[in-house]
């Protein structure tokens, strides 16, 4: 079993940012994908980004792409999503999913094996 405990959410003004982390533990021996997913009030939850284990491999949703950057740091067991140029309509739940078999592509689709119980990014106008 893995634990993801996500963390750095909170409100900010349309045009900030924020650096969203989130956590492993438990299994976390073997290599696994990660990445964030998010969910708007009355909305389906959607793919933002994923990252393989090695970080050499990255896909971003259109609607962030070119304003968030995943990365991780496998000695911390730890990924993270730097949001910028944040819109309101990012506003959401973000939740972190990792997939132990790493592969992205599976992940991307929503394939996780494992969720965390997600943080909320308000973005005011």
């Known amino acids: 079993q893995v634990q993801l405990v996500e963390s750095g959410g909170g409100l900010v003004q349309a045009g900030g940012s924020l650096k969203l982390s989130c956590a492993a533990s438990?299994?976390?021996?073997?290599?696994?994908?990660m990445g964030w997913f998010r969910q708007a009030p009355g909305k389906e939850r959607e793919f933002v980004a994923v990252?393989?284990?090695?970080?050499?491999?990255?896909y971003y949703a259109d609607s962030v792409k070119g304003r968030a950057t995943i990365s991780r740091d496998n000695a911390k067991n730890t990924v993270y999503l730097q949001m910028n140029s944040l819109k309101p309509e990012d506003t959401a739940v973000y939740y972190c999913?990792?997939?132990?078999?790493?592969?992205?592509?599976?992940?991307?689709?929503?394939?996780?094996?494992?969720w965390g119980q997600g943080t909320q990014v308000t973005v005011s106008s």
């Open positions: 438990g299994r976390t021996s073997s290599s696994y994908a």
């Open positions: 990252i393989n284990w090695s970080g050499g491999i990255t």
């Open positions: 999913a990792a997939r132990y078999d790493d592969f992205v592509l599976a992940l991307r689709r929503g394939a996780s094996n494992y």
